[in-house]
């Protein structure tokens, strides 16, 4: 009896076990729409489906789990971050070529000094040339202390180059965004900041040619983690000071 009691207590551990790895590797982090393609990105892969959400192909990240992605449409090319099981931040930045029903591999970044935290895609001078935003954690030589940092990369022949690693913003952020908040045809780099208090603020900044300069406070004295978890709804940008 007790040995029967043990088997079915082990087979049920085995099974949650199982369970649950495949949940936490399918976790889905963004589902992004291309020419009635959904290229979804997961814990521990890509994903493409067509429009009936029929699988096309799945591409495995083992060893690396991904920590964050986003999509350059016009390139047909993913971007993520890799990382390791249990890291908050990853390690390196890879591309990924998505065409003829297949992902391909084009470079993964050996740079293990960055530690990325998120990635996205933006375009800071308005001039319709895409460039790759990607919040690091790292020294810098002017602030030699570990912060999170915003790098921004021009994409060029399917690499990516820097065109600016800035030490740091008006206050340290922990997330970042990029979005037409005055509605005048341009993105602004959105920064959810800390205040001297404590509590954070919403902080909206323009491309100056050299860096970013702080133009707006949309929101301050908050209690959130994320930009996400604001509202921007029914602000007007002119009023704010």
Not at 23 to 35: F, G, M, P, T, V
Not at 37 to 53: F, K
């Amino acid at each position: 009896m007790l040995k029967k009691v043990i088997f079915i207590f082990f087979t049920v551990f085995v099974f949650l076990f199982i369970a649950f790895g495949y949940s936490q590797a399918k976790i889905l982090i963004k589902s992004l729409e291309h020419d009635q393609i959904s290229i979804n990105i997961y814990h521990d892969s890509l994903e493409m489906a067509d429009n009936n959400n029929v699988l096309i192909d799945r591409y495995l990240m083992e060893p690396w789990i991904i920590i964050d992605g986003c999509l350059y449409s016009d390139e047909k090319v993913v971007f993520v971050i890799l990382g390791r099981e249990g890291e908050i931040r990853g390690e390196r930045l890879a591309c990924y070529k998505f065409e003829g029903g297949k992902f391909q591999e084009k470079w993964i970044d050996n740079n293990r000094q960055m530690n990325p935290w998120k990635i996205l895609m933006c375009d800071v001078e308005g001039d319709g040339k895409t460039e790759v935003a990607v919040g690091v954690w790292k020294t810098a030589k002017f602030h030699p202390v570990f912060d999170n940092r915003l790098f921004i990369y021009a994409w060029e022949k399917e690499m990516i180059y820097p065109k600016w690693l800035g030490s740091r913003l008006s206050s340290p952020f922990l997330d970042f965004d990029f979005r037409d908040t005055n509605h005048d045809g341009l993105t602004e780099l959105i920064a959810l900041e800390y205040q001297k208090n404590g509590l954070k603020r919403i902080m909206a900044y323009e491309w100056t040619g050299f860096g970013f300069r702080g133009i707006a406070i949309l929101g301050k004295n908050l209690i959130i983690n994320s930009i996400a978890e604001f509202c921007f709804e029914g602000r007007d940008f002119n009023e704010i000071h």
